[in-house]
T-cell receptor, first 111, second 114 residues
Framework: DAGVTQSPTHLIKTRGQQVTLRCSPK?????VSWYQQALGQGPQFIFQ???????QRGNFPDRFSGHQFPNYSSELNVNALLLGDSALYLC??????????FGPGTRLTVL | ELKVEQNPLFLSMQEGKNYTIYCNYS?????LYWYRQDPGKSLESLFV?????AVKQEGRLMASLDTKARLSTLHITAAVHDLSATYFC??????????????FGKGTKLTVNP
């Protein structure tokens, strides 16, 4: 059984560009959360999706948006990239209230 | 708003020694997580502590939760080099709506020296 998968693994963009990151949750998990982890910091919650709706959002600007599809997979979109958006982006899935399983992450570098 | 503080942030210890990482949180969080992260890698789930007095052990690691003191500890027994990593605790405030976000501490970077 595959766990949480994310794509791409690494990504390099320039300032002002847009990026889309993808996440497939573990089988049987219906809730997907996205986190941003800057170098040397703990992960910061971006938002959470359940039943194709954004259920909760952290302190991130509207440049960060997302989507969940009927198969529970999810996308994170970031517009107008800034240098400060360089980070490891982690996707976590969970079956409701159970423990959260994290994917391998996407390393985004903004030049 | 839930805040999570870990200490120490950096820990260098010798193989064979014991040590404890502390995780304090500011408001009610009946569910506490511990994760391990190796350099450049994702988070590996270690423990989920669900109730007051919960204690879980896996190998040389033991985690406990005291909800009254708003404190969780991760105890390392007879450390070995393979335990070198960054350890994060995270709180999850439970609301009526169900599963909420995780709020992470800054992490404890553990280095075990031979």
């Amino acid at each position: 059984d595959a766990g949480v998968t994310q794509s791409p693994t690494h990504l390099i963009k320039t300032r002002g560009q847009q990026v889309t990151l993808r996440c497939s949750p573990k089988s049987g998990h219906d809730t997907v959360s996205w986190y941003q982890q800057a170098l040397g910091q703990g992960p910061q919650f971006i938002f959470q999706y359940y039943e194709e709706e954004e259920r909760q959002r952290g302190n991130f600007p509207d440049r960060f948006s997302g989507h969940q599809f009927p198969n529970y997979s999810s996308e994170l979109n970031v517009n107008a990239l800034l240098l400060g958006d360089s980070a490891l982006y982690l996707c976590a899935s969970s079956p409701g209230l159970a423990g959260k399983r994290f994917g391998p992450g996407t390393r985004l570098t903004v030049l | 708003e839930l805040k999570v503080e870990q200490n120490p942030l950096f820990l260098s210890m010798q193989e064979g020694k014991n040590y404890t990482i502390y995780c304090n949180y500011s408001t009610t969080s009946d569910r506490l997580y511990w994760y391990r992260q190796d350099p450049g890698k994702s988070l590996e789930s270690l423990f989920v502590l669900l109730s007051n007095g919960a204690v879980k052990q896996e190998g040389r690691l033991m985690a406990s939760l005291d909800t009254k003191a708003r404190l969780s500890t991760l105890h390392i027994t007879a450390a070995v080099h393979d335990l070198s990593a960054t350890y994060f605790c995270a709180g999850e405030p439970i609301t009526q709506g169900g599963s909420e976000k995780l709020v992470f501490g800054k992490g404890t970077k553990l280095t075990v020296n031979p």
